[in-house]
């Protein structure tokens, strides 16, 4: 194999490539970047046996062929060329790099060694628009269980597609994101669930400037989504996901308008008195015009206010700081719709003029202050 390319895309390629390589094993092979050529293209893929990423560029090949590299030895010589050009030629499993005066000799491994990339055929295609996928990426990962300690499948953000609708769903057992949009799609209702580890990577190789959409492969167990020039394949997460439209209150008994940003502002304003989240939580009291929130610790104890239009009970009400400021954050409006049914139910964010998206908060109990 031997083939010529640009030094500069080939860094790129292998930085992406390389999030997708295994390093909780301890297979050799796991841990490299295939390489294959092909007529005047270059493919390099990572996989870790759970998510892979793939990607093909143009080069100039002289020679066509596979290897497997070390992906950390390969990222790193890459990284350091400063030739615009950069060639790689092997041997058997003996690699050579060149690249201006620079030359590498390393030990690759046989391709044939290398696992095969699931493949997801006779599935549902569709496509979404990039800039649209990241914000309802962006609006409900953050309520996406980090770890498994309450329900595997919650480390998973949920699909639901329909006739002209999709639907993402993130819960962690203490707050729940819904994010719903209409789209161009009459095939079958389909629903499935996409490993937050996945859905963190496909982030950052969303363009929100291209004009391109993402075309989206799902099997039965695995899914596919090729964002411009890469392919992302997963597995998909299996169990009961929560019947979000049953842990959503229909009772209401005040309603809350407020600025984003000066509520946002208003928590982070007792932050720096908050040592534990758990242990601390803020105490909102909403009243007549007024959004109070308070909090105190024994680092000390803050007091602040904004305005807030409120309608109904006054009710007073215990978070975890970070639990409301994710949902403040991810609302995309100018001013959001807070509804509450007392100080022990969920509450509910949202927009005011739309039903796009709606967080769900698990209040904490309150402790009475002297």
């Known amino acids: 194999m031997k083939f010529i390319c640009k030094t500069k895309e080939l860094n790129t390629a292998c930085n992406n490539v390389i999030r997708a390589v295994g390093t909780k094993v301890t297979i050799p ?32 090949v002289i020679e066509p062929g596979a290897i497997v590299i070390n992906a950390k030895i390969l990222c790193d010589i890459i990284r350091k060329l400063s030739d615009e ?41 569709i496509e ?14 953050f309520a996406v269980a980090e770890t498994e300690s309450s329900k595997p499948v919650y480390t998973g953000l949920k699909f639901e597609i329909e006739k002209g609708k999709i639907t993402l769903i993130g819960v962690d057992g203490y707050r729940l994101a819904i994010r719903k949009e209409m789209i161009d799609y009459d095939g079958d209702d389909i629903s499935f669930i996409v490993p ?44 009961e996901f929560l019947d979000y439209n049953s842990a959503v209150p229909k009772t209401i008994s005040t309603t809350v308008l407020v600025n984003t940003n000066d509520a946002i502002n208003c928590i982070e304003r007792t932050l720096p008195v908050i ?29 602040d206010h904004t305005h807030a239009n409120t309608s109904g009970d006054r009710v ?19 001013e959001v719709k807070i509804e509450l049914c007392g100080p022990v139910n969920p509450v509910k964010i949202m927009s005011v ?9 698990l209040p904490m109990r309150l402790k009475n202050e002297n």
């Open 353 to 361: 003029n739309s039903d796009s998206f709606l967080f769900l908060v």
């Open 128 to 141: 979404l628009n990039q800039k649209l996928l990241h914000s309802m990426i962006i609006q409900t990962i």
């Open 275 to 303: 040592e534990n989240n758990q242990k601390n939580p803020i105490r909102c009291l909403f009243d007549g015009d007024e959004m109070r929130v308070s909090t105190v610790s024994s680092l000390g104890r803050v007091v």
């Open 85 to 125: 050009e950069i060639t790689i030629e092997t041997s058997g499993v003996s690699v050579s790099i060149l690249s201006g005066a620079a030359t590498y000799n390393i030990t690759g491994i046989d391709a044939d060694d290398y696992p095969e990339l699931p493949s997801v055929n006779g599935g549902i295609n």
């Open 196 to 239: 937050k580890k996945t859905i963190r990577e496909i982030i950052k190789l969303l363009d929100t400037e291209s004009e391109k959409n993402v075309l989206i492969s799902i099997g039965k167990r695995h899914i596919v989504f090729e964002v411009e020039d890469y392919s992302i394949i997963s597995r998909l997460l299996d169990g």
């Open 29 to 60: 092979t796991v841990e490299g970047i295939l390489i294959e050529c092909g007529s005047d293209t270059l493919s390099l893929t990572g996989y870790d046996f759970e998510f892979g990423i793939n990607t093909i560029m143009s080069a100039q």
């Open 316 to 334: 007073e009400i215990g978070f975890n700081s970070k639990f409301v400021l994710d949902a403040l954050n991810a609302s995309d409006t100018d």
